[in-house]
T-cell receptor, first 115, second 109 residues
């Protein structure tokens, strides 16, 4: 079965550079979530989109922005990168946001290293 | 917001049973998930509870008590491949997941 696709899988940037992470949800999933996981830490929710509209916002820095496109893929744009931005960035997708059980399926993650 | 607590580490012997407890304080509850995560990999779904009681799924079971803000994940017949981090995650009324810090389970021969 198709899973969540993230690209690139690994990314190395220098301080103050910009980075764009891409997420392709499972086909027919209309909701995308972004998480940041630092070394030895739990995933921290950044932002989510439902039907191409931002649905919730967590601990996302102002230097970061994201959007969901008409084909439901999402991009996380990160500017003025700092050393502390080095982390695993996970994208998850789910079907809908109704009251029924809607499991979030996680992608393999993008490992960002800022030098 | 959510306040989620689970033990940091647990060690058990192959073939044994381990129970990982999770307590939470929530501003809005819409289900509790357990995920397994191997180092450097994505979390993978194990179980989901939204009503009180026990959900059994093969070697893994999960229990929820909403009135007590308490859940546990039970791993039976432990195998070496079960060595991983186990994350308790609470979904709020906005469908956002908040994760606990994770419990690292080490299975020894």
């Amino acid at each position: 079965a198709a899973g969540v696709i993230q690209s690139p899988r690994h990314l190395i940037k220098e301080k103050r550079e910009t980075a764009t992470l891409k997420c392709y949800p499972i086909p027919r999933h209309d909701t995308v979530y972004w998480y940041q996981q630092g070394p030895g830490q739990d995933p921290q929710f950044l932002i989510s989109f439902y039907e191409k509209m931002q649905s919730d916002k967590g601990s996302i820095p102002d230097r970061f922005s994201a959007q969901q496109f008409s084909d439901y893929h999402s991009e996380l744009n990160m500017s003025s990168l700092e050393l502390g931005d080095s982390a695993l960035y996970f994208c998850a997708s789910s079907l809908g946001q109704g009251d029924s059980y809607n499991e979030q399926f996680f992608g393999p993650g993008t490992r960002l290293t800022v030098l | 917001g959510q306040n989620i607590d689970q033990p940091t580490e647990m060690t058990a012997t192959e073939g044994a049973i381990v129970q990982i407890n999770c307590t939470y304080q929530t501003s809005g509850f819409n289900g509790l998930f357990w995920y397994q995560q191997h180092a450097g990999e994505a979390p993978t779904f194990l179980s989901y509870n939204v009503l009180d009681g026990l959900e059994e799924k093969g070697r893994f079971s999960s229990f929820l008590s909403r009135s007590k803000g308490y859940s546990y994940l039970l791993l039976k017949e432990l195998q070496m491949k079960d060595s991983a981090s186990y994350l308790c995650a609470v979904r709020d009324s906005d469908y956002k997941l908040s994760f606990g810090a994770g419990t690292t389970v080490t299975v020894r021969a």
